[in-house]
């Protein structure tokens, strides 16, 4: 198992032209883009807009280029640290066996954490300290890692929706990166507020996150856990 790190400018953009598409502004996921760029996004036709929006990031990741580079080097080099145990570790925690043998790490421009519902390549900011990164790469790992666990068959049954397999797996991401000991070995710098914060981009889950964290302490099983928040957590 191994997460890499790399540089991908098309992954990158192709996900900035999604969110934008939905209507998403750059405060709501992070992306670092001019506002004279977005005030033309409704003036230019979509072809015309698409366009400029790729000269823009081309742009940018030509300067960056060099030290985004060094960055991907910084960030691979400080997971490879955990990445053994880190993998081993989830597959004891949760039961389940990774979907995929790799996993990569876009090291984003714009983007500052974007998971993947169960695919093998998440996104991550590139101007964070090499090792203060780990905590929340795992997270959107973790993400994917859950919503692969859905995939499987003795789940089908629920019928669950995207959202409600989401909220479960962030949810999930937070517990077994912040209430799993051995987990939290792997960046034992962070406090204990920031073990399952309660303070973060998804307030509409907060009710259920707090719920579910004593479900999940006393938990007998991860999928035990899993199917006691599919009955306890809302829709």
């Not at 960056?64 to 490879?80: A, G, M």
């Not at 984003?108 to 101007?127: E, P």
């Not at 089908?156 to 051995?182: P, R």
Request: charged share 30%; hydrophobic share 35%; aromatic share 16%.
């Amino acid at each position: 198992m191994k997460l890499i790190f790399k540089i991908d400018h098309n992954y990158d953009f192709a996900v900035i032209y999604e969110l934008l598409g939905q209507g998403k502004s750059p405060k709501e996921f992070t992306a670092k883009i001019e506002s004279s760029l977005l005030k033309k996004a409704s003036l230019l036709k979509r072809k015309e807009f698409v366009e400029e929006l790729k000269k823009y990031t081309q742009k940018k990741y030509g300067k960056s280029f060099p030290f985004l580079e060094k960055t991907v080097s910084l960030y691979q080099s400080s997971w490879d640290e955990i990445n053994k145990e880190f993998f081993f570790k989830t597959k004891e925690v949760t039961g389940f066996k990774w979907k995929h043998e790799e996993y990569f790490c876009v090291v984003s421009l714009f983007n500052r954490g974007i998971s993947n519902w169960g695919g093998n390549k998440i996104i991550r900011g590139w101007d964070e300290n090499p090792y203060l990164m780990r905590k929340i790469t795992a997270h959107e790992l973790l993400i994917s890692h859950v919503f692969s666990i859905f995939e499987k068959k003795e789940f089908e049954k629920y019928n669950l929706s995207n959202n409600k397999k989401w909220k479960i797996a962030e949810i999930s991401a937070f517990a077994i990166c912040g209430l799993e000991k051995e987990m939290t070995s792997f960046w034992p710098w962070i406090t204990k507020e920031e073990k399952y914060p309660l303070n973060h981009n998804y307030p509409h889950i907060y009710k259920d996150q707090k719920k579910l964290k004593t479900f999940y302490k006393n938990k007998k099983s991860f999928k035990s856990f899993l199917k006691k928040a599919i009955k306890e957590a809302d829709d």
